[in-house]
Every structure is written in structure tokens, then in C-alpha cells.
């Protein structure tokens, strides 16, 4: 049986991607969770008003990849230590989040937040949230697998 993850690591394309690449990871989508609109569009969150982080939904196969492997995806995929940044993104959208959907994830993200700071690899506090999954609304179909869609123009 499939379990679910979701996480927000900055933009949602370079995010679905790390992901994609996993293993026992059986499907992915991008799109916004943890604000206050509903259905909101890529302008809305861009905005930086709906509350949304750009995130990434996940439905993998624990009997080929741990919740644990996905955990240590997410923290290699981007730095963990920038509020509401990564890279040249900024605002609220871009935050570092791990949205769990069992108390098994969230003692599990717990941990490895725990392992994280204490291993010395980031100079800086790690400011990412580890919350409770909401609603997680799809984002515009062009944005699905955008890397995929688009390799020829982004160089991939």
C-alpha cells in the first residue's frame, strides 16, 4: 500500500524533480498547501498573500523507499537554514517545510531535523516547519513535471 509525503523546499520544480529521481516514488505533483485561499493560482501565491508554500505531494512505496530516504532527500535538495528564501526566490512561498500526514512522519521529521542540526552541516539555524498536512491544491497543469516538459529550453 502507497503512503503519501509532502514537502516545501523552495521552487517546486527543482523540488519535484529530486524527488522524481527516487526510487519507490510512484508519482509526484507540485502545488500550494498550508494557506488561508482557497484554489489559488500560481499569481495568488507568487503574491505572497494566500499563505501557500510551493510544495511538492508525493506518493511513494515504503516497501522500496523509507520515509526516512524522502526525509534525507529534502534536506539535500535545498539549505534549510533561509526563512522564506532559497536562492534568488523570495517570500513566503518558498518556505522549508515538511507537511506530515501521520504522528509515524511526524516523529520521523522530528528526528531527522534533530540529526540535521546537530551534525554541524549547516552554519545557521534550520528554520524549516514541520507541520501538520492540509488541504494541498494542484497546481496549474503547466506547471506538472515542468522540468520534463521543457528540457530541450532549460538545458536538461
Given at each position: ?5 509532502t514537502f ?137 513535471k515542468y ?10
Amino acid at each position: 500500500m502507497s503512503e503519501k509525503a509532502t514537502f516545501a523546499a523552495g521552487c517546486f520544480w527543482g523540488v519535484e524533480d529530486d524527488f522524481m529521481r527516487e526510487p519507490g516514488v510512484i508519482s509526484t505533483r507540485v502545488g500550494y498547501t498550508g494557506g488561508h485561499t482557497e484554489n489559488p493560482l500560481y499569481k495568488e501565491v507568487c503574491s505572497d498573500t494566500t499563505g501557500h508554500a510551493e510544495a511538492v505531494e508525493l506518493e511513494f512505496d515504503p516497501q522500496q523507499v523509507s520515509y526516512e530516504r524522502l526525509l534525507d532527500v529534502f534536506w539535500q535538495s535545498h539549505n534549510p537554514t533561509t526563512l522564506n528564501r532559497q536562492g534568488p526566490d523570495i517570500g513566503s512561498q518558498y518556505r522549508s517545510a515538511i507537511y506530515f500526514h501521520t504522528p509515524q512522519q511526524e516523529q520521523s521529521a522530528m528526528e531527522s531535523k534533530a540529526r540535521c542540526e546537530a551534525s554541524g552541516r549547516f552554519q545557521e539555524p534550520i528554520v524549516t516547519e514541520i507541520v501538520p498536512a492540509t488541504i494541498f491544491y494542484p497546481a496549474e497543469e503547466y506547471h506538472q513535471k515542468y522540468h520534463q516538459k521543457h528540457a530541450r529550453h532549460c538545458g536538461l
